[in-house]
């Protein structure tokens, strides 16, 4: 008690505005409790909790100031993880919270959630709660359905308006993979929660009054955790870590890691002392030593035109920029209009002015170009020519049925050489310098129809026999207006190889776009060189891509044959921020009945791209989760789609 009153009148000296982490469960809060805040809008969070009954790794991603999604697995101590090898019980499944009412002076935050809406329902739950500051305390009071209503219980009021709501399905894992629409805010009880958090610089004093107990739920038969804790969390810019002692004695741990890559800055621009009597000269070293290349320059009276080729910046306008900066350095800036020109495809992608002084770019439509006659300088680009690049990387499989983790440390030896502005051959060479995947020996529990996915054990089990060539693709890249074509042919991914097509009609001013996709494909053996196993497939989509302005969000719907055969759709939603960082969601539904799909009932995930900065390039690097790998609705695992590679000059 001396020690808790120590630590609350060091507290009582200053304060500052509370930052926020994750909570047992997943969600900003503290412990076990939600609360109705949230990270910065562009936030991706990980945390590990662990308690003496479960362990839970969390993935929180805030695509929106108001809206959190986030993922989970779970590792259950006291159930069997059916057909394993001893293993105890691996759960998975998918939480979200939208915020409703925005803190003023006088009224609280408001946020609505659900937990664990999607998957075997053990911790499925929903809550209500408002949290306000007052100077440095935060103050939250919710009320809770399903995992939320243990303790501290009152009648479920939503009962009063349909009987409905008093029924709540029990049995977990009765409808695993499916939404229990029936079940959300059921129940004939409802649990209140609170909690008290007090900030002073990176330290934080908790109380928390949770209304979860678990009892009946992961194989716990007993009452033994607490309705009171108290906490301490340590956080900074970055990570954070806390932990929480109950009145009954049980303790909780965790820690948390979070970063907003939506304000990610990128490469910054390198100066070059000029060293040649040519301007021209001096501007092409320049734009080279940032990765930009200088394809024309027209001249006008008082115009100036410059053309620019470049794959690496995700943020087009910070390209425009660069190729104003390039152009002051070099002491050409006596015209009065500059316009920027970017290609792509070997045709003009966009078209920009750019004000250096007050770094602003805007985009024109793409035509009024100088004329031929104002030609000063034209590059005579020269092919063959190959970019190479070798790097380390991590390969993880999580949740497997012979061990909660496994995972690599892979060198990838990438090049890329071009024939042409739009013909290249794209490698990835692949070598193991040190996994665990040996350890996967169980078969998959279902393969139907046809098995194209769930055989991922013996592909990476294959990556430890010396060089394994992940991609050996040849691609063709064309545009016409706007119609985009790509041609594929060769080792286009891990599991297959083949040739293709597809068509894109995309105009970047318009917010609608659609084409098809046709590949003729066959299976790669696991040995993953150039062998082959007795499969061989079409697989096929019409796609329709839709961007929603209020959003930035872009729907991508796609009607087709996958690669099992089966027929079906899949609904994806993402929103890119400007420098190329993406969160994304998609569920695909196909003519495979949930039985025969087995547990999941139909294939759903998310996936991120990261930009990270190296080599003096700004690459995208992230990941795709789902929560467990099926045959049914597997597309191709293509390097890219021409929308990928447009979006950056649209969007």
Same mark, same amino acid.
């Given at each position: 008690?001396?020690?808790?009153?120590?630590?609350?009148?060091?507290?009582?000296?200053?304060?500052?505005?509370?930052?926020?982490?994750?909570?047992?469960?997943?969600? =900003?809060?503290?412990?076990?409790?939600?609360?109705?805040?949230?990270?910065?809008?562009?936030?991706?969070?990980?945390?590990?909790?662990?308690?003496?009954?479960?362990?839970?790794?969390?993935?929180?991603?805030?695509?929106?100031?108001?809206?959190?999604?986030?993922?989970?697995?779970?590792?259950?101590?006291?159930?069997?993880?059916?057909?394993?090898?001893?293993?105890?019980?691996?759960?998975?499944?998918?939480?979200?919270?939208?915020?409703?009412?925005?803190?003023?002076?006088?009224?609280?935050?408001? @946020?609505?959630?659900?937990?664990?809406?999607?998957?075997?329902?053990?911790?499925?739950?929903?809550?209500?709660? $408002?949290?306000?500051?007052?100077?440095?305390?935060?103050?939250?009071?919710?009320?809770?359905?399903?995992?939320?209503?243990?303790?501290?219980?009152?009648?479920?009021?939503?009962?009063?308006?349909?009987?409905?709501?008093?029924?709540?399905?029990?049995?977990?894992? @009765?409808?695993?993979?499916?939404?229990?629409?029936?079940?959300?805010? *059921?129940?004939?009880?409802?649990?209140?929660?609170?909690?008290?958090?007090?900030?002073?610089?990176?330290?934080?004093?908790?109380?928390?009054?949770? +209304?979860?107990?678990?009892?009946?739920?992961?194989?716990?038969?007993?009452?033994?955790?607490?309705?009171?804790?108290?906490?301490?969390?340590?956080?900074?810019?970055?990570?954070?870590?806390?932990?929480?002692?109950?009145?009954?004695?049980?303790?909780? &741990?965790?820690? #948390?890691?979070?970063?907003?890559?939506?304000?990610?800055?990128?490469?910054?621009?390198?100066?070059? /002392?000029?060293?040649?009597?040519?301007?021209?000269?001096?501007?092409?070293?320049?734009?080279?030593?940032?990765?930009?290349?200088?394809?024309?320059?027209?001249?006008?009276?008082? +115009?100036?035109?410059? $053309?620019?080729?470049?794959?690496?910046?995700?943020? =087009?306008?910070?390209?425009?920029?660069?190729?104003?900066?390039?152009?002051?350095?070099?002491?050409?800036?006596?015209?009065?209009? =500059?316009?920027?020109?970017?290609?792509?495809?070997? #045709?003009?992608?966009?078209?920009?002015?750019?004000?250096?002084?007050? /770094?602003?770019?805007?985009?024109?439509?793409?035509?009024?170009?100088?004329?031929?006659?104002? %030609?000063?300088?034209?590059?005579?680009?020269?092919?063959?020519?190959?970019?190479?690049?070798?790097?380390?990387?991590?390969?993880?499989?999580?949740? *497997?049925?012979?061990?909660?983790?496994?995972?690599?440390?892979?060198?990838?030896?990438?090049?890329?050489?071009?024939? !042409?502005?739009?013909?290249?051959?794209?490698?990835?060479?692949?070598?193991?310098?040190?996994?665990? &995947?040996?350890?996967?020996?169980?078969?998959? =529990?279902?393969?139907?129809?046809?098995?194209?996915?769930?055989?991922?054990?013996?592909? %990476?089990?294959?990556?430890?026999?010396?060089?394994?060539?992940?991609?050996?693709?040849?691609?063709?890249?064309?545009?016409?207006?706007?119609?985009?074509?790509?041609?594929?042919?060769?080792? %286009?991914?891990?599991?297959?190889?083949?040739?293709?097509?597809?068509?894109?009609? %995309?105009?970047?001013?318009?917010?609608?776009?659609?084409?098809? /996709?046709? &590949?003729?494909?066959?299976?790669?053996?696991?040995?993953?060189?150039?062998?082959?196993?007795?499969?061989?497939?079409?697989?096929?989509?019409?796609?329709?891509?839709?961007?929603?302005?209020?959003?930035?969000?872009?729907?991508?719907?796609?009607?087709?044959?996958?690669?099992?055969?089966?027929?079906?759709?899949?609904?994806?939603? #993402?929103?890119?921020?400007?420098?190329?960082?993406?969160?994304?969601?998609?569920?695909?539904?196909?003519?495979? #009945?949930?039985?025969?799909?087995?547990?999941?009932?139909?294939?759903?995930?998310?996936?991120?791209?990261?930009?990270? !900065?190296?080599?003096?390039?700004?690459?995208?690097?992230?990941?795709?989760?789902?929560?467990?790998?099926?045959?049914?609705?597997?597309?191709?695992?293509?390097?890219?789609?021409?929308?990928?590679?447009?979006?950056?000059?649209?969007?």
């Amino acid at each position: 008690m001396r020690l808790f009153i120590g630590i609350l009148a060091f507290f009582l000296l200053s304060n500052k505005i509370l930052s926020d982490n994750l909570n047992s469960f997943g969600t =900003v809060g503290v412990n076990y409790s939600p609360t109705a805040r949230f990270y910065e809008e562009g936030t991706l969070a990980f945390s590990l909790s662990n308690n003496k009954d479960f362990r839970r790794l969390n993935i929180a991603a805030q695509p929106y100031e108001w809206f959190e999604v986030s993922l989970f697995y779970a590792d259950l101590f006291n159930l069997d993880y059916p057909a394993s090898l001893g293993q105890s019980y691996k759960d998975k499944g998918f939480n979200l919270k939208l915020k409703i009412l925005d803190e003023t002076k006088a009224m609280p935050q408001f @946020a609505i959630g659900m937990t664990d809406f999607a998957g075997t329902g053990l911790f499925s739950g929903e809550y209500i709660v $408002g949290s306000k500051k007052i100077g440095a305390f935060d103050f939250s009071l919710g009320m809770g359905w399903g995992i939320y209503a243990d303790k501290n219980t009152i009648r479920n009021p939503l009962i009063s308006f349909n009987d409905g709501f008093k029924d709540r399905n029990y049995r977990y894992g @009765a409808t695993v993979g499916e939404f229990d629409i029936k079940d959300y805010f *059921s129940g004939e009880d409802v649990g209140i929660f609170s909690s008290i958090v007090y900030t002073k610089g990176n330290h934080n004093l908790i109380a928390d009054l949770s +209304s979860s107990n678990f009892e009946g739920r992961f194989g716990i038969t007993n009452n033994d955790f607490s309705t009171n804790y108290i906490g301490y969390k340590y956080e900074n810019d970055l990570l954070g870590a806390s932990i929480y002692f109950g009145n009954k004695e049980d303790i909780n &741990f965790s820690f #948390s890691i979070n970063s907003n890559y939506a304000n990610l800055q990128g490469k910054k621009f390198n100066r070059v /002392e000029p060293k040649h009597d040519a301007k021209i000269l001096n501007l092409i070293d320049s734009l080279q030593a940032n990765d930009i290349g200088l394809k024309d320059i027209y001249v006008s009276d008082d +115009s100036l035109q410059i $053309g620019i080729r470049q794959n690496s910046f995700q943020d =087009v306008n910070k390209s425009v920029l660069f190729a104003m900066e390039s152009l002051k350095e070099a002491q050409i800036d006596e015209y009065k209009e =500059v316009t920027v020109l970017n290609y792509y495809f070997g #045709s003009l992608a966009t078209k920009h002015q750019a004000d250096l002084k007050k /770094e602003s770019v805007s985009r024109l439509e793409p035509k009024n170009l100088l004329p031929k006659d104002a %030609l000063l300088f034209s590059a005579n680009e020269k092919f063959p020519r190959t970019q190479f690049n070798i790097a380390p990387s991590l390969r993880t499989f999580i949740a *497997s049925r012979e061990q909660f983790l496994l995972g690599g440390l892979l060198l990838n030896a990438d090049a890329l050489t071009y024939f !042409s502005e739009g013909m290249y051959l794209d490698t990835r060479i692949g070598y193991s310098i040190a996994d665990n &995947f040996d350890k996967l020996s169980l078969e998959p =529990v279902t393969t139907f129809p046809q098995q194209v996915r769930s055989d991922i054990k013996d592909y %990476l089990k294959g990556m430890s026999d010396g060089l394994h060539i992940q991609r050996f693709e040849l691609n063709y890249l064309m545009r016409n207006k706007n119609n985009y074509f790509s041609f594929k042919a060769g080792i %286009l991914e891990q599991m297959f190889t083949g040739i293709g097509f597809e068509y894109l009609n %995309l105009d970047q001013f318009d917010n609608f776009a659609f084409g098809f /996709e046709a &590949f003729q494909v066959k299976k790669r053996d696991y040995e993953q060189k150039f062998g082959h196993l007795d499969y061989e497939t079409f697989t096929g989509h019409l796609n329709f891509y839709q961007y929603f302005d209020p959003l930035n969000l872009t729907t991508h719907i796609s009607f087709g044959r996958y690669l099992a055969g089966d027929d079906g759709v899949t609904i994806d939603f #993402s929103k890119r921020f400007k420098n190329g960082f993406k969160l994304g969601a998609f569920a695909t539904f196909t003519d495979v #009945s949930s039985e025969d799909f087995g547990e999941g009932s139909f294939d759903k995930g998310i996936y991120v791209a990261i930009p990270l !900065s190296g080599f003096n390039q700004e690459g995208l690097s992230g990941f795709r989760w789902t929560p467990l790998t099926k045959d049914p609705g597997q597309k191709l695992s293509l390097s890219h789609r021409i929308f990928n590679i447009t979006d950056r000059y649209i969007y």
